[in-house]
């Protein structure tokens, strides 16, 4: 029987916003944890620090998730350090606005490459040890862009999210066989880098808007997703797969106008 104690978790894009809320959970539930950067090894390193100062274990490791070689490379580094990968929480993504007007091929293009093909590139580099093991757990960071209900300009990055929400699905079926869940956790709005912008007015002004179209009345934290990851991710959650979890605080009924 698998124990927190014997997992061995790789969070991409893991040093700021949800991706370190995450590493920071799973690494408190036991597990061994890989914190994935891009650019902010500064962020990573302090995390990394902290959980090792907590009696935890963990190591940062830079890769472009858009890089499959790269992802290769990290997960090889992982391995060789803890062990096979037994988690992979693609939580690494980029959001840019856009609207038909203001499209720009070359900016969503990148954008297509993190958060869409990031999920291909690291599920093939962790699945071969998986599947050795017939044990696997992989959660998808997707959104409520990718259901349809979305704040303006997000017509773009919620197509990226939504290839991630099916390929969640067809994943799932191709590694079920081999033991290996894979969900999705859609999260509503987060008050992380990526959502706060440059004024801060504008910003509490749109987080307080959103708040009131919650049912729960407020925005959520980065700990309200990596409480759902971390349920997916458990060593007990080995019958359910293919599920798309929406944490929203309730507000699926909103459509940002
Ligand atoms: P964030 O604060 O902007 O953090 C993004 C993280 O992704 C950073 O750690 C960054 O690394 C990493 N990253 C970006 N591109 C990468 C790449 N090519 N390779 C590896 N790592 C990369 O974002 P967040 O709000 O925490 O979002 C996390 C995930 O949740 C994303 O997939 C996002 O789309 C999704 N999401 C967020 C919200 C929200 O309201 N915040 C809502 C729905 C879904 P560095 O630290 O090195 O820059």
Known sequence: ?????????????????????????????????????????????????????????????????????????????????????????NNAGVSHQATLESYDQEKLQRMRQVNADGVIHTTRAVMTDMRRQKYGRIVNITSIA???????????????????????????????????????????????DMTHGTDENAWKERAQKLASAAMLGRVGEPDDIANAVAFFASPDSGWITAQVLAVDGGRMDYLGR
């Not at 274990?57 to 803890?82: K, L, N, P, S, Y």
């Not at 990226?160 to 956790?185: D, H, S, Y």
């Open 146 to 192: 990718a259901l349809g209900t979305a704040l303006p300009g997000n017509a773009f990055y919620a197509a990226t999210k939504a290839e991630a929400q099916i390929l969640t699905l067809r994943f799932a079926m191709e590694l079920g066989p081999f033991g290996i869940t894979v969900n999705a956790v859609a999260p509503g709005f987060i008050q992380t």
């Open 1 to 89: 029987m698998a124990t927190w104690r014997d997992q061995v978790a790789l969070v991409t894009g893991g040093g700021r916003g949800i991706g370190r809320a995450i590493a920071r959970r799973l690494a408190r539930e036991g597990a061994s944890v890989c914190v994935n950067y891009l650019a902010r090894a500064d962020a990573a390193e302090s995390l990394v620090a902290d959980i090792n100062a907590n009696g935890g274990r963990a190591i940062a490791v830079a890769a472009d998730v858009a890089d499959d070689a790269a992802v290769e490379g990290m997960v090889d580094r992982v391995a060789a350090t803890f062990g096979g990968v037994t988690i992979l929480v």
